[in-house]
């Protein structure tokens, strides 16, 4: 994996989900346009490299984020680590994986975030406490995996440009 | 690298994460990021420029006879605004009488800013291009023609982050009101409906009163369309009485029907704002940018 090109790549997403950043809102829901490259980068390196790129576009989603610092970069690589697992499974330029995926991993980060969101407050003994909102981090998490194959298509066409294409003789059962 | 040393370095970075995700206060995450946001501007703010164009937004400011009607109720809906704040501000003078404190149009104390960003984890935060040089400091009050935006978290480098009302932990104390015809006919009078409202962000654009049970809110006859202007000691005194935004439901709570649920909606979109205004507590002396200056009115 080409790691410089794998970061502009994340630093293009993240700039351009700011400068969306409430354009694209559906009925209070919004999408998170880093997770699907997240989930790409993921599922089509090896397992070392899906690994540690996932947790570093969380990190630079953190940076930008107004959640809680650390927190993408943990349910990224949470995310990653069933993914990777994945690979062998899927057919790694589907639309549908990618949909699917991206489902999965969202609701993974969506899980995380609802339980910080529930115990942070505690932990830092805050004098109100909001409950945490499962509808509306269910449907971010759905709208991002429908636009998950959006995202991956021309990212299928830039595997070669990101190091992400298989070498010959690769064995997947290895990975 | 073997894959048992990976295996310990990626767990390690997970757990650090973690800890930090859970554990390290907001107030020193925010002052890192808002050294950080302006790597993001030089992208994210020439994409904020071209939706807004292919949307077909104008620049405040800007005059086109053909939509003057519209220019026209804009202009009555900001001056509404300044109605309300203005005698919201009157009652609670009357209240704080023995207070020295600024007072009159917040306007003439605060400065404009062009917002550059978004949040891009979802939150209700906008990025606006500013910088500490420029007197801001976290805590600040942010403002637009139709009312409160949010307050100041940190201001960085190139760039503050704002915090918006309706973003989810956002707590401000607030008054139901109306604005509704004098009895003699003379001019509106800003009524206030008797309750004591704690507005919460709830995300997504939306704020939420829960503090209330139904007989308060029938009591005092909250409706639909009504106003929530602000009414809290913790804000200066020329922004009590702004507008936060107009009760769009009123509902009983699903798991306890004895309490109230209001949802309350800004008056305009905040996420879509391309220009705020920081209130910095000092007469405005800057001249502001081209984009925010309103036409000269005739005579």
Known sequence: ????????????????????????????????LVLPVAVFVAINA?????LMGAAL???????????????????YGLAALFMV???PAVYR????????????????????????????????????????????????AVYTAALAPLIAWPLVRLKRSLGLTKPRGFSSAGA | MTRFRFNHLFLSLLLVSATCAFLVPREPADL???????????????????????????????????????????????????????????DEMRRRSAERELAGDARKYSLPFRVAGGDPGGRDA???????????????PVLNAKGVVGRVTAAGAMTARIQLITDRGFYVSGAFARLQKRKDGQGEELVRLGCSPLLEGMGGGRMGVTNLNIEQLEGAQVRPGDLLILDDPDWPLMLQGAVLGEVEQVERQARHLQWARVVVRPRVGLMQLREVMVVVGKPATAAPPVASRQPRAKG
């Open chain 1, 1 to 32: 994996m080409r790691w410089w090109t794998v970061f502009i790549l994340g630093y293009v997403t993240i700039c351009l989900q700011q400068g969306l950043a409430g354009h694209l809102d559906w009925r209070g829901f919004s999408p998170n």
């Open chain 2, 32 to 90: 890192l990021r808002a050294q950080v946001d302006a790597v993001f501007l030089p992208v994210a703010y020439p994409v904020r420029l071209v939706v807004a164009a292919v949307r077909g937004e104008r620049l405040v400011g800007e005059f086109d006879a053909d939509r003057a009607p519209a220019e026209a109720r804009e202009e009555i809906e900001r001056l509404r605004s300044q109605l309300v704040n203005a005698l919201g501000q009157i």
């Open chain 1, 93 to 140: 330029d589907h639309p549908l994986t990618h949909l699917v995926m991206t489902l999965g991993a969202a609701l993974v980060c969506g899980v995380v975030l609802l339980f910080n969101q529930w115990a942070r407050p505690l932990l830092h003994g805050a004098a109100t406490h909001t409950r945490p909102a499962i509808l509306p981090v269910l449907g971010s």
């Open chain 1, 85 to 87: 697992r994945a690979q």
């Open chain 2, 126 to 140: 906008l990025l606006v291009q500013a910088t500490a040089r420029d007197g801001l400091q976290a805590g600040m």
């Open chain 1, 46 to 50: 090896r397992r070392e490299e899906g």
């Open chain 1, 57 to 75: 576009l969380g990190a630079m989603q953190d940076l930008a984020s107004q959640e809680a610092l650390g927190l993408y970069t943990f349910s």
